[in-house]
């Protein structure tokens, strides 16, 4: 087409899009949209993670050695809590937002793959999560630790795990399937 003109406002020029997966700016993603269900209303920061599919992939290795010890100590914690290995974890959402105090409030929810479910006995909850007790919120069951509470909701059949502060974590129970609302 025509050269713009020198004077042309930046408005005025259209910018053109090319679509070539080959170029090394193309997103990498693949895959359905993140789900929100489960995580916090009022979230102000998601990240989501699909650590099957990195475990799977050769440049996923490099990628995942390549974070560090704070995300390897992050991978040992999601293996202990879920019973499985990354290989085994579909996906990780987190979602955080600041809290009042200036602190950080956030949840995590793991999702495993295929027909791997998470432990469902007493012994598991207590050494992995450390479940001193239980309530009922909603008709599902919260299990509660010194700092953290555990929630597997039974429309998920065990392979989701839901993480949060305990204080946090009734209202993500209250708000059930439905996505959450963001700011």
């Known amino acids: 087409g025509p050269a713009p003109r020198a004077n042309a406002s930046p408005a005025a020029i259209a910018p053109v899009v090319i679509a070539d997966d080959s170029l090394p700016w193309a997103a990498p993603t693949h895959g359905s949209a993140l789900p929100l269900t489960y995580l916090p209303g009022g979230s102000q920061l998601l990240l989501g993670a699909r650590p099957a599919e990195i475990m799977a992939d050769e440049e996923g290795l490099i990628f995942f050695k390549a974070l560090g010890p704070l995300v390897e100590s992050a991978a040992s914690w999601l293996a202990s809590v879920t019973g499985c290995g990354l290989d085994?974890?579909?996906?990780?959402?987190?979602?955080?937002?600041?809290?009042?105090?200036?602190?950080?409030?956030?949840?995590?929810?793991?999702r495993l793959e295929g027909g791997?479910?998470?432990?469902?006995?007493?012994?598991?909850?207590?050494?992995?999560w450390g479940a001193e007790r239980e309530t009922q919120v909603s008709g599902e069951t919260i299990h509660h630790g010194p700092r953290l509470a555990f929630w597997t909701p039974k429309a998920d059949v065990g392979r989701?795990?839901?993480?949060?502060?305990?204080?946090?974590?009734?209202?993500i129970v209250r708000g059930g399937t439905s996505p959450p609302p963001l700011p």
């Open 160 to 171: 989701v795990l839901v993480v949060a502060p305990t204080d946090f974590m009734e209202d």
């Open 116 to 128: 791997r479910t998470i432990p469902d006995q007493d012994d598991f909850r207590s050494r992995q």
């Open 88 to 110: 085994g974890i579909e996906s990780v959402h987190a979602g955080g937002q600041a809290a009042a105090d200036g602190t950080v409030l956030g949840a995590c929810v793991v």
